[in-house]
């Protein structure tokens, strides 16, 4: 029986570094100020053990994809195409935050790889899953027979996504998000997308009725959309009763009408239980 072991939650990864982060720690000006240090190097070299003691994280974490991850899902799955699937699960980093389709992918491979065919492309898809590489969100508002068509995938640790980057915090911010909360919900976590009435929030749990957007900061251009979709949702979705941002940094709370938004901060989100 296989058993999934999960790389550190936050409050582990915390615990790992000798970081105090109970209440009263993190009101603490000082160890606050480590704790969102530790958030930011958490963002981007995420939870795998070793990550934390070792100085190149990055030929750790590159040593681990190639090494465990990728070998791990060809020589199990006996794949002959490597160059297919190394470039599938590249395409796939630069998807994460947006939904898409076995059929975009397919094309996009197929562009650079004649010799793939569609199947192959959902059985890697599968493959990587399997391996705890990757995982899905699915669109609560699609028909059930649509949902596995265009889900939003993931990573399961935000050090191996971020070797696919150069910079795109906002991307490694989303992901982030999308593990805490999948650890918690697992399939109970769903994206809301309607092209009817426009809404397009990033993370729905229906357990407790709560919707999340994304930012990295809430400036005039992202607080039109991030909050204009909420409230939107909030009036026309009577499930909803927890409106939440999740941002790099920023902290506060947003009234509009008789809505409100809690704009809350990476460490803050991670600590929550």
């Given at each position: 029986m296989t058993k999934y072991v999960a790389p550190f939650s936050f409050t582990e990864?915390?615990?790992?570094?000798?970081?105090?982060?109970?209440?009263?720690?993190?009101?603490?000006?000082?160890?606050?100020?480590?704790?969102?240090?530790?958030?930011?190097?958490?963002?981007?070299?995420?939870?795998?053990?070793?990550?934390?003691?070792?100085?190149?994280?990055?030929n750790y974490l590159t040593s681990i994809y190639q090494n465990v991850f990728l070998a791990d899902i060809i020589v199990r799955n006996k794949i002959r195409n490597e160059k297919a699937i190394s470039l599938l699960l590249r395409k796939i980093a630069d998807t994460v935050i947006h939904q898409v389709s076995y059929a975009t992918l397919y094309k996009n491979i197929k562009n650079m790889i004649s010799t793939v065919s569609r199947n192959s492309i959902i059985d890697y898809i599968d493959y990587a899953k399997d391996a705890y590489l990757l995982f899905s969100t699915k669109n609560y508002f699609a028909k059930f027979s649509e949902r596995e068509s265009s889900p939003k995938y993931y990573f399961t640790d935000n050090g191996i996504l971020n070797l696919f980057y150069l910079d795109k915090l906002p991307a490694l911010l989303e992901n982030l998000v999308a593990i805490k909360l999948h650890n918690k919900y697992q399939e109970n976590l769903f994206y809301l997308k309607s092209q009817k009435t426009g809404i397009d929030i990033d993370f729905y749990v229906p357990a407790s009725k709560t919707a999340i957007q994304v930012a990295w900061e809430v400036n005039d251009t992202s607080k039109e959309r991030e909050v204009g979709n909420l409230i939107k949702l909030a009036d026309n979705f009577d499930e909803v009763e927890n409106l939440i941002i999740v941002t790099h940094g920023e902290e506060a709370e947003i009234q509009q009408e008789d809505k409100i938004i809690q704009l809350m901060p990476l460490y803050k989100f991670l600590l929550m239980r």
């Open positions: 990864y915390l615990t790992a570094k000798k970081i105090p982060h109970d209440k009263l720690s993190v009101l603490d000006t000082v160890n606050n100020g480590q704790i969102r240090a530790a958030a930011n190097e958490y963002l981007c070299y995420g939870g795998l053990p070793e990550s934390i003691i070792l100085t190149d994280k990055r």
